[in-house]
């Protein structure tokens, strides 16, 4: 008999975009799914809209809905966790969808190999579900190195979890007001191998009110954390090419900024984990104020070469 499979949707103030209709295009993309030992578990964080109204208007028994006084995403994917009963879980965003066999070939994927952790390709889409680029990563194995690099899972509906991974690893932290995900990744891999089904079984939405447009400085932050914690958390030989990997990482992000105090708290955060040579100082400091120190450097890259 097929084992069931935990499919947990956090949405706040799902109503509000564009109508509802990316809310209601998730949760049809789950009861459309040809896997169907499923139950949806749709944790409402506390909206203010009229986001219940939309999760009630689906009679699937296989819907389990509930209702929570705002916390913020992590707690919401918590929630679903904890009121959870599948022996696999998965998760989905309010705003992207799964393609309707998404379950089904992850399912015979995790089973022919006895695997705790399998992600698949995943498509960004547009507001209409139009096909923009592919995020086609196919890498298998230990991915702790890679996902210390780069977040290359990109959506959290790609994966598909065993409970006993999500035992082993734990919750999302709470703490973390974006980012999430990848810090969740990161320590998933440090105990566990992924396996990559290289196909795309999901959509992930790119559109005006998207979290990723609305929110780049928190996401440059939480980032910067994600990676230090797990730096110092995770019994690493080279923690030094990482370290140099982060700082490199964390310039680049912030390049063009001219908000001082934002450089100065960046600048500091950075220093605490390393001293610098002359190099990364003068193009940390380029990085953010180039009218000023382009010349500087200039010559300091002259005299260098």
């Known amino acids: 008999m097929d084992k069931k499979i935990s499919i947990i949707i956090p949405t706040y103030n799902g109503e509000t975009r564009n109508n509802g209709k990316y809310l209601k295009e998730a949760i049809e993309s789950v009861l459309n799914q040809t896997y169907k030992n499923l139950e949806l578990i749709i944790i409402n964080d506390g ?24 916390k913020g995403l992590s707690a919401a994917r918590n929630t679903g966790i904890l009121n959870s009963t599948g022996i696999y879980i998965t998760f989905l965003d309010d705003d992207d969808i799964f393609y309707k066999d998404k379950l089904l070939e992850q399912y015979i994927f995790i089973q022919k190999h006895n695997a705790d952790v399998v992600y698949s390709f995943t498509d960004r889409i547009d507001e209409n579900s139009k096909l923009l680029t592919k995020l086609h990563y196919k890498y298998s194995g230990d991915l702790l190195e890679k996902l210390l690099y780069n977040n290359i899972l990109n959506s959290p509906a790609s994966i598909l979890l065993s409970r006993k991974a999500i035992n082993k690893v734990g919750f999302f932290k709470e703490y973390l007001k974006s980012c999430e995900d990848w810090d969740y990744w990161i320590r998933l891999s440090s105990k566990y191998s992924f396996y990559c089904i290289e196909k795309p079984l999901v959509g992930y939405r790119i559109h005006s009110s998207s979290q990723m447009s609305r929110n780049r400085e928190k996401m440059e932050f939480y980032d910067f954390v994600v990676l230090m914690e797990n730096l110092m ?21 912030d390049y063009g900024v001219r908000d001082f105090e934002r450089f100065r708290r960046n600048y ?38």
Request: overall charge positive.
């Open 47 to 70: 909206s203010t809209d009229l986001t219940e109204s939309i999760c009630k208007q689906y009679t699937d028994k296989r819907i389990k809905y509930i209702y929570q006084k705002n």
């Open 233 to 253: 958390e995770l019994n690493i030989e080279d923690k030094d090419k990482y370290l140099h990997n982060l700082y490199k990482k964390f310039t680049k992000i």
């Open 268 to 305: 500091k955060i950075a220093s605490t984990y390393g001293s610098h040579s002359l190099e990364w100082v003068l193009k940390y400091w380029l990085m953010h104020f180039p009218p000023i120190f382009k010349s500087i450097y200039f010559v300091y890259d002259r005299i260098k070469k």
